[in-house]
């Protein structure tokens, strides 16, 4: 069993019905999807995979090989629960950059912009497939019309362990927020996506971005959209590097499931998920982020 592939290009051409048939059965089946072809410059994701190593090397992985999780598995002959074997900084437009590595910056922010776009892109498709308002996913994360929504990118790199079989690169979980867009390693895998009890590789290949869905949009589309349990194993051998893009709720923003996806869901019209402020989930999520999402839905405040 594999993730699926498909050709984002093809939304333009003949094809288009076929590419939202696969696009829906994606984001209803695995909750997770690579895009081929999506626009985004070959040359820019050369540029954001050389700096992004460079930035590791340069500036991350002296630290990393003195930090606790490197002492924890050396002290310990036990598997390591409450970590991950990651180095990560999350950078926003506005944030304090690295400043050592060349063009990282410039570069990182020019793969930002493209990205925010492509995830509107991606978010009206997933509005016509639900049969919403274009635009309806966008407004709902950006609470109204303006640009509210949170937009971080968080930039990983997992070494190679000594004992991956002692420590995971990212503990099981799901994601708390809208859209997350990843341009993972194509070499190097490790990326797993939970499907009918079974892990499933999110096999590395070049220059895509893999789509899934965080609990915000199985909210929204009231269930039919469900947000994937994924992980990732510590390599044994090379660097996987890891860059992913959430395009979240901004913490004002009320959400709720779509009133004409309760409507179709339910002939008593009742919603199956809370309506909340998006802020409260996570004060839930943050306590919780590693155990069953139902029991979050349920914690979290209604409104």
Not at 200 to 225: C, F
Request: glycine share 6%; proline share 6%; net charge negative.
């Amino acid at each position: 069993m594999a993730i699926p592939v498909i050709d984002f290009s093809k939304l333009n051409g003949e094809d288009r019905a076929k590419t939202m048939a696969q696009i829906a059965n994606a984001c209803q089946e695995s909750g997770f999807f690579q895009l081929v072809n999506h626009g985004i410059p070959v040359e820019l994701l050369e540029r954001v995979k050389k700096v992004s190593s460079e930035f590791y090397k340069g500036e991350r992985e002296e630290n990393f090989n003195k930090s606790k999780e490197v002492d924890l598995l050396d002290e310990s002959s036990e598997k390591l629960e409450n970590v991950d074997w990651e180095d990560v900084i999350t950078i926003l437009d506005d944030n304090e950059w690295p400043s050592k590595t060349p063009s990282f910056q410039e570069t990182m922010k020019e793969y930002r912009f493209e990205l925010k776009k492509f995830a509107e892109k991606v978010m009206q498709v997933m509005d016509e497939n639900l049969g919403l308002p274009k635009g309806y996913i966008r407004k709902a994360l950006n609470d109204g019309d303006g640009d509210n929504a949170f937009f971080g990118t968080k930039v990983s790199h997992y070494p190679p362990c000594p004992h991956p079989e002692r420590v995971k690169g990212l503990r099981a979980h799901t994601d708390a927020g809208g859209v997350i867009l990843l341009f993972q390693d194509d070499k190097v895998g490790g990326l797993q996506v939970l499907k009918d009890g079974e892990w499933i590789d999110v096999q590395p290949l070049p220059n895509t971005i893999v789509i899934n869905t965080g609990d915000q949009i199985e909210v929204l589309s009231n269930g039919r959209y469900k947000s994937a349990w994924h992980r990732v194993l510590s390599p044994v051998h090379g660097i996987r590097r890891s860059i992913a893009s959430f395009y979240n709720p901004s913490l004002k923003a009320t959400i709720a499931p779509a009133p004409q996806l309760v409507e179709k869901t339910n002939q008593q019209g009742e919603q199956t998920y809370p309506k909340f402020v998006f802020g409260d989930y996570m004060s839930v999520y943050v306590q919780q982020k590693f155990l069953p999402k139902e029991p979050r839905f349920q914690a979290v405040k209604a409104v």
